[in-house]
């Protein structure tokens, strides 16, 4: 069973930072690559950012430079730090585990995901 609870979200202007919070229960965190994932109301959910075991990182074109995905090995926790936020970057944000080769998470159960608004 997956365990992970997100946390963190909130109302931001547009330009402002926020840092969300994926804990994750330690049989996963220790054996998976971890993503982000956000879904906008009337779209599908995609993958925003992604970070392995090892520590590689990868990043949707569109936020690029302005997330970072990091992981905290002692706390079994993944962030994704946001700056410079827009109002598109608005969803519900997801995180779960991220394969590669599936190109999406090892199991299609998610949880509640916390919601970024962001405000022009």
């Not at 069973?1 to 994926?22: I, M, N």
């Not at 950012?49 to 995905?69: C, D, E, H, L, P």
């Amino acid at each position: 069973q997956v365990q992970l609870v997100e946390s963190g979200g909130g109302l931001v202007q547009a330009g402002g930072p926020l840092r969300l919070s994926c804990a994750a229960s330690e049989n996963i965190f220790r054996g998976h690559g971890i993503g982000w994932y956000r879904q906008a109301p009337r779209e599908l959910r995609e993958l925003v950012a992604s970070i392995s075991t090892s520590g590689t990182t990868n990043y949707k074109y569109s936020v690029k430079g302005r997330f970072t995905i990091s992981r905290d090995n002692a706390k079994n926790t993944v962030y994704l730090r946001m700056n410079s936020l827009k109002p598109e970057d608005t969803a519900v944000y997801y995180c779960n585990t991220y394969v590669e080769v599936h190109g999406g998470p090892l199991y299609d159960t998610w949880g509640q995901g916390t919601q970024v608004t962001v405000s022009s």
